[in-house]
Protein backbone atom coordinates (compact mmCIF):
# COMPACT_ATOMS: atom_id res chain seq x y z
CA UNK A 1 0.00 0.00 0.00
CA UNK A 2 3.47 2.35 -0.68
CA UNK A 3 3.72 4.44 -3.22
CA UNK A 4 6.76 4.79 -5.41
CA UNK A 5 8.05 8.14 -6.24
CA UNK A 6 9.27 8.98 -9.45
CA UNK A 7 12.51 7.73 -8.86
CA UNK A 8 14.78 9.77 -10.97
CA UNK A 9 18.33 8.01 -10.75
CA UNK A 10 18.52 5.42 -12.61
CA UNK A 11 19.42 1.80 -11.32
CA UNK A 12 22.24 1.02 -10.14
CA UNK A 13 23.45 4.77 -9.70
CA UNK A 14 23.95 4.79 -6.27
CA UNK A 15 20.86 6.78 -5.59
CA UNK A 16 18.37 4.76 -3.33
CA UNK A 17 15.51 3.13 -5.51
CA UNK A 18 13.02 5.39 -3.62
CA UNK A 19 12.66 9.11 -3.37
CA UNK A 20 10.37 11.34 -1.73
CA UNK A 21 6.90 11.19 -4.15
CA UNK A 22 7.52 14.71 -5.84
CA UNK A 23 9.46 16.86 -4.30
CA UNK A 24 12.85 15.61 -4.00
CA UNK A 25 12.44 13.29 -7.09
CA UNK A 26 11.43 16.31 -9.15
CA UNK A 27 14.22 18.18 -7.77
CA UNK A 28 16.61 15.44 -8.84
CA UNK A 29 14.53 14.67 -11.85
CA UNK A 30 15.22 18.79 -12.89
CA UNK A 31 18.82 18.01 -12.20
CA UNK A 32 18.88 15.42 -15.07
CA UNK A 33 17.25 17.10 -17.17
CA UNK A 34 18.77 20.12 -17.38
CA UNK A 35 22.25 17.97 -16.83
CA UNK A 36 21.32 16.70 -19.90
CA UNK A 37 20.77 19.54 -21.91
CA UNK A 38 24.03 21.17 -20.88
CA UNK A 39 25.53 18.07 -21.85
CA UNK A 40 23.81 18.17 -25.39
CA UNK A 41 24.83 21.87 -25.83
CA UNK A 42 28.34 21.28 -25.24
CA UNK A 43 28.82 18.31 -27.07
CA UNK A 44 26.74 19.73 -29.76
CA UNK A 45 28.98 22.88 -29.64
CA UNK A 46 32.32 20.24 -29.83
CA UNK A 47 31.38 18.67 -32.57
CA UNK A 48 30.37 21.76 -34.79
CA UNK A 49 34.03 22.47 -34.11
CA UNK A 50 35.38 19.49 -35.02
CA UNK A 51 33.38 18.43 -37.86
CA UNK A 52 31.83 21.35 -39.15
CA UNK A 53 29.57 19.42 -42.13
CA UNK A 54 28.98 15.81 -40.56
CA UNK A 55 26.09 16.30 -38.32
CA UNK A 56 24.39 19.13 -39.77
CA UNK A 57 24.39 19.04 -44.05
CA UNK A 58 22.40 16.59 -45.65
CA UNK A 59 23.50 14.46 -48.87
CA UNK A 60 21.37 16.90 -51.23
CA UNK A 61 23.37 19.91 -49.92
CA UNK A 62 26.39 19.75 -52.15
CA UNK A 63 29.42 22.29 -51.80
CA UNK A 64 30.44 24.63 -53.85
CA UNK A 65 27.40 25.89 -55.23
CA UNK A 66 28.27 29.37 -54.43
CA UNK A 67 26.50 30.04 -51.78
CA UNK A 68 28.67 31.43 -49.02
CA UNK A 69 29.46 27.99 -45.84
CA UNK A 70 27.47 29.62 -42.57
CA UNK A 71 24.17 30.40 -44.86
CA UNK A 72 24.52 27.28 -46.25
CA UNK A 73 24.65 25.29 -42.91
CA UNK A 74 21.86 27.56 -41.62
CA UNK A 75 19.52 26.64 -44.15
CA UNK A 76 20.56 23.01 -44.08
CA UNK A 77 19.82 23.18 -40.91
CA UNK A 78 16.17 24.78 -41.61
CA UNK A 79 15.07 22.91 -44.42
CA UNK A 80 16.08 19.62 -41.55
CA UNK A 81 13.86 21.16 -39.09
CA UNK A 82 10.87 21.81 -41.89
CA UNK A 83 11.13 18.35 -42.67
CA UNK A 84 11.13 16.50 -39.50
CA UNK A 85 8.10 18.77 -38.08
CA UNK A 86 6.37 17.03 -41.39
CA UNK A 87 7.09 14.14 -40.28
CA UNK A 88 6.21 14.24 -36.45
CA UNK A 89 3.18 16.38 -38.33
CA UNK A 90 2.47 13.26 -40.31
CA UNK A 91 2.64 10.89 -37.20
CA UNK A 92 -0.01 12.39 -35.05
CA UNK A 93 -2.21 12.58 -37.74
CA UNK A 94 -1.56 8.64 -38.56
CA UNK A 95 -3.15 8.06 -34.94
CA UNK A 96 -5.79 10.23 -35.29
CA UNK A 97 -6.96 8.87 -38.47
CA UNK A 98 -5.84 5.07 -37.99
CA UNK A 99 -4.08 5.10 -40.69
CA UNK A 100 -1.13 2.40 -40.07
CA UNK A 101 0.43 3.16 -43.14
CA UNK A 102 1.38 6.65 -42.62
CA UNK A 103 2.45 5.99 -39.21
CA UNK A 104 4.96 3.92 -40.87
CA UNK A 105 5.84 5.90 -43.97
CA UNK A 106 8.37 7.85 -42.32
CA UNK A 107 9.84 4.61 -40.49
CA UNK A 108 13.14 2.88 -41.67
CA UNK A 109 11.86 0.97 -44.46
CA UNK A 110 14.70 -1.73 -43.68
CA UNK A 111 14.35 -2.01 -40.17
CA UNK A 112 11.92 -4.38 -39.89
CA UNK A 113 12.36 -4.55 -35.70
CA UNK A 114 11.95 -0.99 -35.05
CA UNK A 115 8.62 -1.18 -38.09
CA UNK A 116 7.50 -3.84 -36.04
CA UNK A 117 7.53 -1.83 -32.65
CA UNK A 118 6.53 1.23 -34.17
CA UNK A 119 3.58 -1.07 -35.53
CA UNK A 120 2.82 -2.12 -31.74
CA UNK A 121 2.77 0.96 -30.58
CA UNK A 122 0.89 2.11 -33.05
CA UNK A 123 -2.25 -0.30 -32.34
CA UNK A 124 -1.31 1.27 -28.67
CA UNK A 125 -2.33 4.55 -29.72
CA UNK A 126 -5.22 3.87 -31.25
CA UNK A 127 -6.72 1.53 -28.88
CA UNK A 128 -5.93 4.23 -25.97
CA UNK A 129 -7.84 7.02 -27.80
CA UNK A 130 -6.17 10.16 -27.78
CA UNK A 131 -8.21 12.75 -27.55
CA UNK A 132 -5.28 15.14 -28.73
CA UNK A 133 -1.84 13.92 -29.33
CA UNK A 134 1.05 15.80 -31.13
CA UNK A 135 4.65 16.24 -31.41
CA UNK A 136 7.20 18.39 -31.40
CA UNK A 137 10.89 18.87 -31.56
CA UNK A 138 13.03 19.88 -28.51
CA UNK A 139 16.58 20.44 -28.86
CA UNK A 140 19.25 18.45 -31.12
CA UNK A 141 21.37 16.06 -29.02
CA UNK A 142 24.73 14.18 -29.65
CA UNK A 143 25.09 10.66 -28.89
CA UNK A 144 28.10 9.21 -30.26
CA UNK A 145 27.10 5.90 -30.18
CA UNK A 146 24.41 6.81 -32.18
CA UNK A 147 26.40 8.84 -34.56
CA UNK A 148 28.55 5.98 -35.30
CA UNK A 149 25.54 3.28 -35.95
CA UNK A 150 23.74 5.59 -37.97
CA UNK A 151 26.51 7.54 -39.96
CA UNK A 152 26.82 10.97 -41.16
CA UNK A 153 23.57 12.34 -41.52
CA UNK A 154 22.64 11.22 -37.97
CA UNK A 155 20.09 13.61 -36.65
CA UNK A 156 19.19 12.86 -32.93
CA UNK A 157 16.65 14.67 -31.29
CA UNK A 158 14.39 15.35 -28.36
CA UNK A 159 10.65 15.04 -29.15
CA UNK A 160 8.14 15.98 -26.72
CA UNK A 161 4.63 14.19 -27.44
CA UNK A 162 2.08 16.10 -25.92
CA UNK A 163 -1.34 14.67 -25.35
CA UNK A 164 -4.84 14.38 -23.59
CA UNK A 165 -6.29 10.61 -23.02
CA UNK A 166 -10.37 11.98 -22.48
CA UNK A 167 -11.35 12.38 -19.13
CA UNK A 168 -7.72 10.93 -17.37
CA UNK A 169 -5.72 14.11 -18.42
CA UNK A 170 -8.14 16.94 -17.38
CA UNK A 171 -5.37 18.92 -19.60
CA UNK A 172 -2.95 18.30 -21.74
CA UNK A 173 0.02 16.79 -20.48
CA UNK A 174 3.40 15.90 -22.03
CA UNK A 175 6.03 12.89 -22.07
CA UNK A 176 9.30 12.81 -23.57
CA UNK A 177 10.68 10.80 -26.57
CA UNK A 178 14.31 10.67 -28.33
CA UNK A 179 14.06 9.97 -31.95
CA UNK A 180 17.00 9.07 -34.20
CA UNK A 181 16.57 10.18 -38.04
CA UNK A 182 19.03 9.80 -41.24
CA UNK A 183 18.82 11.41 -44.66
CA UNK A 184 18.73 8.46 -47.21
CA UNK A 185 18.92 9.79 -50.78
CA UNK A 186 17.18 13.10 -49.81
CA UNK A 187 14.97 12.07 -47.68
CA UNK A 188 14.67 11.78 -43.86
CA UNK A 189 13.41 8.73 -42.10
CA UNK A 190 13.36 7.41 -38.46
CA UNK A 191 16.03 5.31 -38.10
CA UNK A 192 15.68 4.49 -34.24
CA UNK A 193 13.08 5.39 -31.13
CA UNK A 194 15.43 4.85 -28.11
CA UNK A 195 19.50 6.07 -28.62
CA UNK A 196 18.07 8.97 -26.19
CA UNK A 197 16.82 7.13 -23.63
CA UNK A 198 19.56 7.37 -21.30
CA UNK A 199 19.52 10.67 -21.28
CA UNK A 200 15.98 11.46 -20.68
CA UNK A 201 14.34 12.20 -17.89
CA UNK A 202 12.79 9.44 -15.66
CA UNK A 203 10.21 7.17 -17.15
CA UNK A 204 10.33 8.54 -20.60
CA UNK A 205 9.66 5.83 -23.14
CA UNK A 206 8.15 4.04 -20.74
CA UNK A 207 5.02 5.05 -20.94
CA UNK A 208 2.53 1.48 -21.02
CA UNK A 209 2.08 2.08 -24.74
CA UNK A 210 5.71 1.99 -25.25
CA UNK A 211 6.15 -1.34 -23.85
CA UNK A 212 4.74 -4.07 -25.92
CA UNK A 213 1.18 -4.86 -27.20
CA UNK A 214 -1.41 -3.51 -24.48
CA UNK A 215 -4.96 -4.04 -24.28
CA UNK A 216 -7.69 -1.80 -22.56
CA UNK A 217 -9.99 -1.96 -19.91
CA UNK A 218 -12.98 1.00 -19.67
CA UNK A 219 -15.29 1.06 -16.47
CA UNK A 220 -16.93 4.08 -15.08
CA UNK A 221 -13.99 6.87 -14.34
CA UNK A 222 -11.78 4.02 -14.60
CA UNK A 223 -9.20 2.96 -17.98
CA UNK A 224 -6.97 0.03 -17.19
CA UNK A 225 -3.89 -1.19 -19.37
CA UNK A 226 -3.10 -4.65 -19.19
CA UNK A 227 -1.23 -6.92 -21.57
CA UNK A 228 -2.73 -7.86 -24.80
CA UNK A 229 -4.76 -10.89 -23.84
CA UNK A 230 -4.25 -10.70 -20.06
CA UNK A 231 -8.47 -9.92 -20.38
CA UNK A 232 -9.45 -11.22 -16.87
CA UNK A 233 -7.42 -9.22 -15.11
CA UNK A 234 -8.55 -6.03 -16.86
CA UNK A 235 -12.18 -7.10 -15.89
CA UNK A 236 -11.30 -7.46 -12.30
CA UNK A 237 -9.13 -4.46 -11.79
CA UNK A 238 -11.61 -2.35 -13.35
CA UNK A 239 -14.11 -3.48 -10.72
CA UNK A 240 -12.09 -3.08 -7.69
CA UNK A 241 -11.00 0.05 -9.33
CA UNK A 242 -14.56 1.12 -9.33
CA UNK A 243 -14.72 0.29 -5.63
CA UNK A 244 -11.53 2.05 -4.76
CA UNK A 245 -12.92 5.22 -6.16
CA UNK A 246 -16.69 4.93 -4.03
CA UNK A 247 -13.86 5.01 -0.88
CA UNK A 248 -12.57 7.68 -1.87
CA UNK A 249 -15.53 9.81 -3.13
CA UNK A 250 -16.81 8.72 0.37
CA UNK A 251 -14.12 9.44 2.85
CA UNK A 252 -12.08 12.33 1.05
CA UNK A 253 -14.47 15.44 1.00
CA UNK A 254 -11.96 17.18 -2.07
CA UNK A 255 -14.50 16.74 -5.05
CA UNK A 256 -12.37 15.11 -8.11
CA UNK A 257 -14.28 14.25 -10.97
CA UNK A 258 -11.46 12.54 -12.73
CA UNK A 259 -10.98 8.83 -14.25
CA UNK A 260 -8.17 6.50 -13.08
CA UNK A 261 -5.43 5.28 -15.49
CA UNK A 262 -3.90 2.13 -13.93
CA UNK A 263 -1.62 0.15 -15.59
CA UNK A 264 -0.88 -3.66 -14.84
CA UNK A 265 1.69 -4.74 -16.82
CA UNK A 266 4.05 -7.56 -16.79
CA UNK A 267 6.58 -5.17 -16.57
CA UNK A 268 9.16 -4.13 -14.17
CA UNK A 269 9.74 -0.58 -14.77
CA UNK A 270 7.22 1.50 -16.20
CA UNK A 271 6.58 4.80 -16.32
CA UNK A 272 9.02 5.99 -13.18
CA UNK A 273 8.10 3.56 -11.34
CA UNK A 274 10.81 0.96 -11.00
CA UNK A 275 9.89 -2.27 -9.45
CA UNK A 276 12.76 -4.51 -10.18
CA UNK A 277 14.93 -3.87 -7.39
CA UNK A 278 14.49 -6.73 -4.91
CA UNK A 279 13.85 -4.31 -1.90
CA UNK A 280 11.15 -2.63 -3.27
CA UNK A 281 8.27 -3.55 -1.32
CA UNK A 282 5.55 -0.86 -3.12
CA UNK A 283 2.82 -2.51 -4.31
CA UNK A 284 1.96 0.05 -6.43
CA UNK A 285 2.78 3.95 -7.36
CA UNK A 286 1.01 6.58 -8.50
CA UNK A 287 3.13 8.97 -10.52
CA UNK A 288 3.21 12.36 -11.95
CA UNK A 289 1.62 13.45 -14.85
CA UNK A 290 3.14 17.16 -16.46
CA UNK A 291 1.33 19.45 -18.49
CA UNK A 292 4.77 21.05 -18.39
CA UNK A 293 7.81 18.89 -17.64
CA UNK A 294 10.25 19.77 -15.15
CA UNK A 295 13.04 22.51 -16.61
CA UNK A 296 10.59 23.03 -18.86
CA UNK A 297 9.16 26.67 -18.11
CA UNK A 298 9.59 25.72 -14.44
CA UNK A 299 12.18 23.99 -12.11
CA UNK A 300 9.60 21.77 -10.90
CA UNK A 301 7.35 21.68 -13.74
CA UNK A 302 3.80 21.59 -13.62
CA UNK A 303 1.64 18.37 -11.96
CA UNK A 304 -1.03 17.45 -14.47
CA UNK A 305 -2.79 14.38 -12.00
CA UNK A 306 -1.06 10.93 -11.88
CA UNK A 307 -0.95 7.94 -13.08
CA UNK A 308 -1.14 4.60 -11.21
CA UNK A 309 1.07 1.57 -12.30
CA UNK A 310 0.93 -1.53 -10.11
CA UNK A 311 4.04 -4.00 -9.38
CA UNK A 312 3.48 -7.28 -11.43
CA UNK A 313 4.40 -9.21 -8.75
CA UNK A 314 1.60 -8.13 -7.07
CA UNK A 315 -0.81 -7.76 -9.90
CA UNK A 316 -3.18 -11.10 -8.50
CA UNK A 317 -3.43 -9.10 -5.02
CA UNK A 318 -4.71 -5.63 -6.48
CA UNK A 319 -7.81 -4.84 -4.47
CA UNK A 320 -10.00 -2.11 -3.86
CA UNK A 321 -7.90 -1.18 0.03
CA UNK A 322 -4.92 -1.08 -2.16
CA UNK A 323 -6.57 0.99 -5.16
CA UNK A 324 -8.69 3.27 -2.21
CA UNK A 325 -4.92 4.42 -1.28
CA UNK A 326 -3.09 5.09 -4.82
CA UNK A 327 -6.58 6.63 -6.33
CA UNK A 328 -6.32 8.91 -3.07
CA UNK A 329 -3.39 10.17 -4.50
CA UNK A 330 -4.60 10.65 -8.07
CA UNK A 331 -7.21 12.33 -6.70
CA UNK A 332 -4.82 15.02 -4.82
CA UNK A 333 -2.20 14.90 -7.48
CA UNK A 334 -3.02 18.27 -9.64
CA UNK A 335 -3.43 20.38 -6.49
CA UNK A 336 0.59 20.86 -6.80
CA UNK A 337 2.16 18.11 -4.93
CA UNK A 338 3.69 20.18 -2.49
CA UNK A 339 1.89 18.40 0.29
CA UNK A 340 4.46 16.94 3.10
CA UNK A 341 5.01 12.99 2.66
CA UNK A 342 3.63 12.19 5.93
CA UNK A 343 0.43 14.21 5.09
CA UNK A 344 0.14 12.97 1.50
CA UNK A 345 0.80 8.90 2.65
CA UNK A 346 -1.78 9.57 5.85
CA UNK A 347 -4.17 10.80 3.81
CA UNK A 348 -3.98 7.69 1.16
CA UNK A 349 -4.09 5.76 4.99
CA UNK A 350 -6.89 7.13 6.71
CA UNK A 351 -8.83 6.69 3.12
CA UNK A 352 -8.11 2.76 2.91
CA UNK A 353 -8.26 2.45 6.53
CA UNK A 354 -11.85 3.68 6.30
CA UNK A 355 -13.05 1.21 3.73
CA UNK A 356 -11.57 -1.22 5.86
CA UNK A 357 -13.35 0.23 8.67
CA UNK A 358 -16.79 0.10 6.93
CA UNK A 359 -16.41 -3.56 5.95
CA UNK A 360 -15.04 -5.49 8.91
CA UNK A 361 -16.35 -2.64 11.53
CA UNK A 362 -14.37 -0.74 14.13
CA UNK A 363 -12.41 -3.10 16.43
CA UNK A 364 -9.75 -3.49 13.35
CA UNK A 365 -8.81 -0.31 13.29
CA UNK A 366 -8.57 0.53 16.83
CA UNK A 367 -5.98 -2.25 17.37
CA UNK A 368 -4.17 -1.42 14.11
CA UNK A 369 -4.07 2.63 15.73
CA UNK A 370 -2.85 1.38 19.37
CA UNK A 371 -0.16 -1.07 17.94
CA UNK A 372 1.28 2.43 16.20
CA UNK A 373 0.70 4.20 19.23
CA UNK A 374 2.49 1.69 21.73
CA UNK A 375 5.21 0.41 18.62
CA UNK A 376 5.93 2.62 16.09
CA UNK A 377 5.50 5.99 17.55
CA UNK A 378 8.11 5.39 20.30
CA UNK A 379 10.39 4.29 17.40
CA UNK A 380 10.63 8.20 15.71
CA UNK A 381 12.02 11.12 16.84
CA UNK A 382 9.85 13.11 14.76
CA UNK A 383 7.43 13.30 12.12
CA UNK A 384 8.46 11.42 9.21
CA UNK A 385 10.26 14.22 7.40
CA UNK A 386 10.49 14.09 3.67
CA UNK A 387 13.94 12.95 2.87
CA UNK A 388 14.61 9.37 2.92
CA UNK A 389 10.41 8.44 3.89
CA UNK A 390 10.60 5.80 1.29
CA UNK A 391 13.80 4.47 2.90
CA UNK A 392 12.46 4.52 6.19
CA UNK A 393 12.59 0.87 8.29
CA UNK A 394 10.27 2.47 11.15
CA UNK A 395 6.68 2.42 10.09
CA UNK A 396 6.19 6.10 9.07
CA UNK A 397 2.72 4.80 6.96
CA UNK A 398 1.48 4.47 10.09
CA UNK A 399 2.33 7.23 12.09
CA UNK A 400 1.40 9.71 9.10
CA UNK A 401 -2.08 7.66 9.58
CA UNK A 402 -2.12 8.13 13.14
CA UNK A 403 -1.22 11.86 12.46
CA UNK A 404 -4.17 12.49 10.06
CA UNK A 405 -6.39 10.51 12.34
CA UNK A 406 -5.32 12.70 15.58
CA UNK A 407 -5.60 16.00 13.26
CA UNK A 408 -9.21 14.83 12.18
CA UNK A 409 -10.15 14.19 16.07
CA UNK A 410 -9.18 17.48 16.62
CA UNK A 411 -10.16 19.56 13.49
CA UNK A 412 -12.55 17.80 11.52
CA UNK A 413 -12.36 15.88 7.81
CA UNK A 414 -13.29 19.21 6.06
CA UNK A 415 -10.52 21.47 7.50
CA UNK A 416 -7.70 18.94 7.29
CA UNK A 417 -8.50 17.86 3.46
CA UNK A 418 -8.27 22.32 3.64
CA UNK A 419 -5.37 22.09 5.22
CA UNK A 420 -4.22 19.70 2.31
CA UNK A 421 -4.99 21.33 -0.38
CA UNK A 422 -3.62 24.67 1.17
CA UNK A 423 -0.25 22.84 1.54
CA UNK A 424 -0.77 21.00 -1.98
CA UNK A 425 -0.75 24.14 -3.80
CA UNK A 426 1.70 26.46 -1.84
CA UNK A 427 3.91 24.74 0.51
CA UNK A 428 6.64 24.90 -1.89
CA UNK A 429 9.40 25.17 0.98
CA UNK A 430 9.36 24.32 4.91
CA UNK A 431 8.61 28.04 5.52
CA UNK A 432 5.60 28.71 3.91
CA UNK A 433 4.97 24.98 5.42
CA UNK A 434 5.22 25.54 8.89
CA UNK A 435 2.98 29.23 7.76
CA UNK A 436 0.18 26.84 6.46
CA UNK A 437 0.20 24.76 9.13
CA UNK A 438 0.31 26.95 11.94
CA UNK A 439 -2.29 29.02 10.79
CA UNK A 440 -5.00 26.24 9.92
CA UNK A 441 -4.03 23.83 12.87
CA UNK A 442 -2.27 25.97 15.61
CA UNK A 443 0.30 23.50 15.50
CA UNK A 444 3.60 23.24 14.14
CA UNK A 445 5.13 20.18 13.54
CA UNK A 446 7.17 20.10 16.17
CA UNK A 447 4.32 21.16 18.49
CA UNK A 448 1.79 18.44 16.64
CA UNK A 449 4.69 15.82 17.44
CA UNK A 450 4.41 16.80 20.88
CA UNK A 451 0.72 16.39 20.83
CA UNK A 452 0.58 13.19 18.68
CA UNK A 453 2.66 11.40 21.22
CA UNK A 454 -0.16 12.34 23.74
CA UNK A 455 -2.81 11.16 21.52
CA UNK A 456 -5.37 9.04 23.42
CA UNK A 457 -7.98 8.39 20.75
CA UNK A 458 -11.91 8.02 21.61
CA UNK A 459 -13.12 4.77 21.08
ZN1 LIG B 1 0.98 6.14 -1.03
Known sequence: MSVTPPSAAPPGAGAPPHGPRRWLGLVVAVALVSGGVAYAVEQRQEDARSRPTATVTPPTIRP????????????????????????????????????????????????AKLRQAQKVLFANLVEIGFQEIGYSQAEERFDAAAAREHGPSTYLVRVLMRYQIPNVDLTPVTTELGYTYVNRGGRWIMADDDDLDKDLGPGAHQEAWDLGRIEVHRGPRVLVLVEKGDTQRGRTIVAEAAEGLTQVTAYWPRRWRGTVLIAALDETEVRDARFSDEDVESAASAGSTFSSLPGQDTA????????????????????????????????????????????AEG????????????????????????????????????????????????????????????????????????????????????ASRDRILLTRTGFNEASLWVYLKEYEPQR
Open 64 to 111: NQGTKPPSKTAAAIAARRVAIDTILLRRAKAVRTVDERLFLQDVDPAN
Open 347 to 430: AAEYVSWRGIEAISGPGEVGKWEQEIIDDALPALPALPSDAGFYQNTADVYGVSWLAVRFLVSRLGLPAVEELYEDLARHGTDL
Open 300 to 343: DGTVAGAYIVINPKERDRVDEILLSHEITHVATADLGGYEPLWL
